[in-house]
């Protein structure tokens, strides 16, 4: 698999790679972000952690890492690496020797739990693959909340209202 020139930028500059702020914030959809510092993370073929940029969204609190593109949230492989992975298993029944099994296990089952969610099948197949790839979901993940690329859905509010007559018992 192929390095993006860009993961190559980012591991040789560190905090010095000039990041691009983003137009609004994921959750409130608010154009006002600032700078929350940097965090290690680890990627695909990197041994040693990568400084990624933070931002917080002062109107709902929400602090975001800005993710290279084409990595899922709280993923350490490219997109490109899990599908393939999850196609291949899904054709030939088999895993692919140069990426760890347990690795390969866990987007399994996060997608057979997301498709039987979605789509409400428990086969693993090319279809079924697609349908939740192209509903926004993303594909290997075991989180309910957070299954979706946009996550803008979630609303920083309360889900009822408080009123002087309610009281938590």
Not at 63 to 74: E, H, L
Not at 128 to 145: A, D, R
Request: hydrophobic share 40%; proline share 5%.
């Amino acid at each position: 698999m192929k390095l993006s020139n860009k993961l190559k930028q980012i591991f040789t500059l560190g905090k010095k790679y000039s990041w691009k702020k983003p137009d609004k914030c994921p959750r409130c959809a608010s154009p006002r972000l600032w700078w929350h510092g940097f965090v290690r993370r680890y990627f695909f073929k990197f041994n040693l952690p990568l400084w990624i940029r933070r931002c917080r969204c002062p109107e709902c609190g929400h602090v975001f890492v800005i993710r290279p593109a084409g990595f899922y949230p709280r993923f350490q492989y490219p997109k490109t690496v899990i599908f393939a992975c999850l196609i291949y298993f899904a054709l030939t029944g088999k895993r692919i020797k140069s990426i760890s099994r347990q690795i390969q296990n866990y987007w399994t089952k996060g997608a057979l739990l997301q498709i039987n969610r979605f789509n409400n099948s428990s086969r693993l197949t090319l279809e079924n693959i697609l349908y939740i790839h192209l509903k926004q979901i993303i594909v290997s993940t075991h989180s309910f909340k957070k299954n979706t690329i946009n996550s803008a859905i979630y609303s920083p509010y309360r889900f009822f209202s408080v009123t002087k007559a309610f009281t938590f018992t």
